[in-house]
């Protein structure tokens, strides 16, 4: 029988009454003829409440211990939904991340995924079960000990027993009913797409898209994994949420398919720096160490040996930022006058991997800021990426009209 | 270096405050030059909460998902506590049931233990580690799905646990202080004993005194662990508590050692029983198989072929020892005229292992009670141990008296 993917987040199972409604929905599917894998995330609330009480005891603690801890919440779950899926007559056990077993490495809260065996739920499928219920988030390293995945790591099993069991597909039961044109919170003409690309997911979730774990849609583009995010609090329908594919199964698409933002990025700038070669990476080689994400990167043109630097890093890093590079400067490793962190900016993107194909979206993307009178502080580009720092009162006016100028409220 | 098992209940690992308490007292066995394994339960109430959610969903539940479900508290607790050990600078790490691994049959919900490696533990000892944090009360079935023990059963790990490692000594941390003569709540004449021998401690648990679960006496008995009972809320002191041992090892001892009393005994007679051989089986049989725990069981002489037969049981079992009598009945297996159950009664025994080689303890016990006016309704009696059932109006009244009487609230 062809195998199908569930995975139902933290809302979704949030307590009893919701664990019954999605085991109705994993009903449905089972009634279709497909045996169902079951990924669950802990009851919401939980994993906050165990890690809290670990921050408590000891806030550099030991990862593996921290391990053994937050991964209870998900085992609690797969039970629970074990039960409430043989109350309604289908054949389900539970499996936690070690009973699978789910080989993750020794990276302890950060593990990655290097092997899910199949025989195990295969050959029960094959007596007769119809779903394997399994605890998200967690696995088991090679010295035996439980490792997690990291937050959202649920996502990234789903999508990794999706791929092991060669599933039809990966629903991603969750409490948003897709994928948005851009925040409907800040236009009402915000529009959910019934598709999506890989690239255009990926590009979405690191900037800031909650939906998916971005770890999970780099998994599901190399496998070539069918994502469909989806609330489990609507009606199912088979037109329900978003589907994220790759691109040759998308025929007509938009040039942009969405406008993101993100309110916690500043911009820093080093003025008067003594140009010279290598300055780049004694630049950027000390706030790498020092932990701070660089995004954005831009370089005026050099006068006389000087040169000003601009990038942009969140909020939370600016401090951490300023540390770093006054450090580098006593040391002697780079020199400049003058840092300047402007923190009331915002960061808003046009995404598309229609970009590829044709040109002119940059032009009207500016064109279109500035015919509202908003002044670009910094733009950066990828293959199917345009992104600008603003000034932060302009945000919600500039997403409102880039979604108008590209047409986002329309249907491909 | 001798190794010491301890263990906590519930109410010592309630919150993170209470687990830190809890991680000091392992730390001075440490300083001692103790290795330490310490058995931990789930933080009070956390069992509960799952048990609740597991009958909500399903009343007649998979025993295989409820044990994977409850064994989360003591997973938790137990990362919690070498979390706690570690931030105190103490070598310490977790271990849950099947990374021990502690092997148990497949009896789910009441599994027993089959075996405890100690290679993996005693290794990490060896290497500088000084306490193990083994999460109570659960185990791994031959099939590897997750077993427990039954309520209670983080006590019998910890005995399992000593025995194993041939621990000097177990000591079981709770919220009481010690095994005490009779309920302190009955008569403030209650005294606490210093020792007391595994056989005494053995009936008073199956009385109902809640200190520790039967089955880990009977463990410790066989083995002949050492086994402490203290309080985690007192100043630590090597007097703290109370030993039970062997009985080789108490050098004076009363007659009897303690008073337990039950409220929840019934008292049930079947009036007119047809007399023949097999008629005990015929009606004791069915009682067994529907789950009735009869107790005490007396049969009057019989006359002209008939006989009255009494026996006693729980009071919240008389519906289902009824309901089991009366197929009984319908069947043709037992004749009777009627039968009585009195739920008005109450259980008071006197036990003490100095019974074995005094007489007359059972003739001063009915003649204390004759003396206060209350009528004995059924008697029985051990090696060790003799029990009446009288009105309950009189419960406290004897349990006072009788205390008087064996001078209990004297040292021996």
């Not at 990276?107 to 065996?117: D, K, L, Q, T, Y």
């Not at 990038?311 to 401090?319: A, E, G, M, Y």
């Not at 991997?353 to 990828?382: C, H, P, W, Y």
């Amino acid at each position: 029988m062809p195998v199908l993917v569930m995975k139902f987040g933290g809302t979704s199972v949030a307590n009893i009454d919701r664990i019954r409604r999605a085991a109705k929905r994993v009903g449905l599917e089972v009634a279709k003829g497909y045996d169902v894998i079951v990924i669950v995330s802990a009851m919401s609330g939980k994993t906050n409440e165990l890690v809290g009480w670990v921050n408590e005891i000891s806030p550099l603690h030991d990862a593996r211990e921290y391990d053994a801890v937050v991964s209870a919440g998900e085992n609690v779950t797969a039970g629970l939904m074990a039960l409430t899926l043989q109350e309604m007559d289908i054949p389900a056990r539970s499996w936690q991340g070690w009973q699978v077993p789910l080989k993750t490495n020794s990276a302890h809260s950060a593990a990655r995924i290097e092997s899910i065996p199949t025989d195990n739920i295969n050959g029960r499928f094959a007596q007769g079960m119809r779903v394997a219920v399994v605890a998200g988030f967690q696995g088991i390293s090679p010295e035996g000990r439980i490792t997690t995945l990291g937050r959202g790591g649920s996502d990234t099993t789903a999508v990794a027993f999706a791929a092991a069991f060669d599933a039809e597909r990966c629903d991603i039961y969750t409490d948003v009913d897709g994928v948005y044109t851009t925040d409907p919170r800040i236009t009402s003409k915000a529009r959910k797409l019934d598709k999506i690309a890989f690239e255009e997911m990926l590009e979405l979730a690191s900037l800031g898209a909650k939906v998916l774990q971005t770890r999970s849609v780099e998994l599901a583009m190399r496998y070539n994994v069918k994502l469909r995010v989806l609330s489990s609090f609507e009606e199912p329908s088979d037109e329900a949420g978003t589907l994220v594919c790759a691109e040759e199964e998308i025929m007509e698409s938009k040039v942009v398919s969405g406008i993101a933002y993100s309110r916690d990025e500043a911009k820093m700038t080093l003025i008067s720096v003594a140009d010279r070669p290598g300055i780049a990476a004694a630049i950027f080689g000390p706030l790498s160490e020092a932990g701070v994400n660089v995004d954005m990167i831009i370089q005026n043109i050099a006068e006389e040996g000087r040169t000003d630097m601009t990038f942009s890093c969140p909020t939370d890093q600016v401090l951490r930022a300023e540390k770093a590079l006054r450090e580098a400067k006593e040391r002697g490793d780079i020199n400049y006058h003058d840092l300047v962190a402007d923190t009331n900016v915002a960061k808003v993107s046009a995404v598309g991997i229609g970009m590829r194909s044709q040109s002119g979206v940059a032009a009207k993307m500016f064109k279109t800021l500035s015919d509202e009178g908003i002044n670009i502080k910094v733009i950066a580009t990828s293959e199917i990426k345009i992104s600008v720092l603003i000034d932060r009162k302009y945000m919600e006016l500039a997403v409102q009209a880039l979604h108008d100028a590209f047409e986002l409220d329309k249907a491909a």
